[in-house]
């Protein structure tokens, strides 16, 4: 992951490694070898909405149900959160969506990856599109270009696997177990840290450093705006901006 | 639940919003197919992952649930040594070994 990272659409120069050679189960391994840093996380995150959605009266069934069926841990916690609340059935179903609609960015970007898997691939991608598994895909995508259909497919198998399961075994353990975890020990910021590691090494350009600045910069006037609003304004915007410094430095480059 | 909300109610709320996050996901990707989306979207799509991530994580960057809210400066030195050395080197796990020393040094130091 580390000295082939330069994947441009224009090339400058060849990669060493560009996955054109590499096998599916190659590469299945690769996605669940690259995901363990994200169960150091993972386990203790899962295991805790086991444990708080038990304090708030759900039984070991429903949260598994959740886990599986919902599978999006920020939304998990918010729906137990507003259910507590009383919020009305409507209001948590609204607010949690809202919380997941991110994950619609993540599917337009996948397309042009993805063309050619037919419907049921399309259909357990989907199902197993979170936060990790979308960015360690896209980063693997994106730095291994020449990766074919298959690869790309274990790939992101191998990813969702080491993610997606222990999420719904850390929920039920947290569910049956109940208070074993320890919750002094900084672990809410395992999340922050990986995703800024993640995300660092993909900012190559002025355009990726400029999505991601007006992006975060975003974020955080419109914190105050309900339930992840503020990030499905502002992500868009940096998302446009990137573009547009993208077309701008083309054109000089032309000039 | 504690307060009278039904278990039948809980279980609408799993399946409604299991349901729904399912067509989120599946949205493009299903819909789409393999039909061309314009050049323009595609270039801000290029963008997605580095907007939308350190997006989501900035106001937990600034305003950390741990610490109810209080800037941290343990936090934020965290993460500024996270992308400094994921810039720097290029390397994931060089960057989340980085920022978890310096969080934990911090954190022990203050």
């Known amino acids: ?255 | 639940m504690n307060s009278g909300i039904s278990d039948l109610t809980v279980w609408l709320v799993i399946v409604v919003l299991g349901i729904g996050t399912f067509l989120i996901r599946w949205s493009f990707l299903g819909a789409l197919g393999d039909r061309d989306m314009p050049a323009w979207v595609l270039r801000m799509l290029r963008y997605t992952p580095v907007a939308v991530l350190p997006a989501l994580v900035a106001p937990l960057v600034v305003w950390p649930a741990a610490t109810g809210g209080q800037l941290d400066p343990a936090r934020m030195a965290a993460a500024a040594v996270t992308v400094a050395v994921g810039l720097w080197t290029k390397n994931m796990i060089g960057a989340i070994v980085a920022g978890a020393l310096t969080l934990f040094a911090m954190l022990y130091m203050l």
């Open chain 1, 1 to 255: 992951m580390s000295a082939t990272h330069d994947p441009r659409p224009d090339g400058r120069r060849p990669l060493a490694d560009d996955g054109a050679t590499r096998t599916v189960r190659e590469s299945f391994w690769r996605g669940a070898v690259q995901s363990l840093p994200f169960l150091i996380v993972m386990i203790p995150f899962s295991a805790l909405f086991g444990v708080v959605a038990t304090e708030a009266g759900l039984d070991v069934a429903q949260v598994l149900g959740f886990s599986v069926l919902v599978l999006a841990g920020a939304s998990q916690f918010t729906a137990v959160q507003l259910l507590s609340d009383n919020a009305s059935v409507v209001i948590v179903i609204l607010s949690c969506l809202a919380v997941n609609l991110r994950m619609a960015m993540y599917s337009a970007s996948l397309v042009p990856w993805l063309r050619g898997a037919t419907g049921g691939q399309r259909a357990w991608l989907a199902y197993a599109l979170v936060d990790q598994s979308y960015a360690l895909s896209i980063q693997e995508y994106e730095s291994h270009p020449r990766l074919g259909m298959p690869q790309r497919l274990a790939f992101f198998l191998g990813v969702a696997v080491v993610v997606c399961i222990p999420w719904m075994i850390g929920s039920w353990l947290g569910a049956t177990l109940g208070r074993a975890i320890p919750d002094d020990i900084a672990l809410d910021f395992a999340m922050p840290i990986t995703f800024l590691a993640m995300i660092a090494p993909m900012l190559r350009t002025p355009a990726h450093l400029a999505a991601c600045f007006v992006a975060v910069a975003g974020s955080l006037l419109l914190a105050g705006l309900p339930s992840g609003l503020g990030l499905l304004i502002a992500a868009p915007v940096g998302m446009a901006v990137g573009a547009i410094v993208e077309t701008r430095t083309a054109r000089k480059a032309q000039a």
